[in-house]
């Protein structure tokens, strides 16, 4: 059973920049894809970025391509987001997730998930 915990998500102005942090436990990391996901109020929770168990192949939301680049750190346990010109519509809660296969991130539907931590971007 892997636990996911979130954290970094906080109020930054339009333009700003913000890093997530995602620690992982309860199993081996490196052999699960993660993935970052977005869920703006009154809607879906959505795909932002998936990176593989290794690190080497990674893909973003067409939302955030060029913004937002996602790492991690296997020897850590940590999954990273980071958020470069952020714009009004990127305030959300922000989730990581884990799963085996990476498709089932691509579809925003992992077997697991942390709770999740707020970006509000204001103007």
């Known amino acids: 059973q892997v636990q996911l915990v979130e954290s970094g998500g906080g109020l930054v102005q339009a333009g700003g920049s913000l890093r997530l942090s995602c620690v992982a436990s309860?199993?081996?990391?490196?052999?699960?894809?993660m993935g970052w996901f977005h869920q703006a109020p009154g809607k879906e929770r959505e795909f932002v970025a998936f990176?593989?168990?290794?690190?080497?192949?990674?893909n973003y939301a067409d939302s955030v391509a060029g913004r937002f680049t996602i790492s991690r750190d296997n020897a850590r346990n940590t999954l990273y987001l980071q958020m470069s010109n952020l714009k009004l519509e990127d305030t959300a809660a922000y989730y990581c997730?884990?799963?085996?296969?990476?498709?089932?991130?691509?579809?925003?539907?992992?077997?697991?998930w942390g709770q999740g931590t707020q970006v509000t971007v204001s103007s």
């Open positions: 997730g884990a799963d085996v296969f990476w498709y089932e991130l691509k579809m925003a539907r992992p077997d697991y």
């Open positions: 309860g199993g081996t990391i490196s052999n699960y894809a």
């Open positions: 990176i593989s168990g290794s690190g080497a192949e990674t």
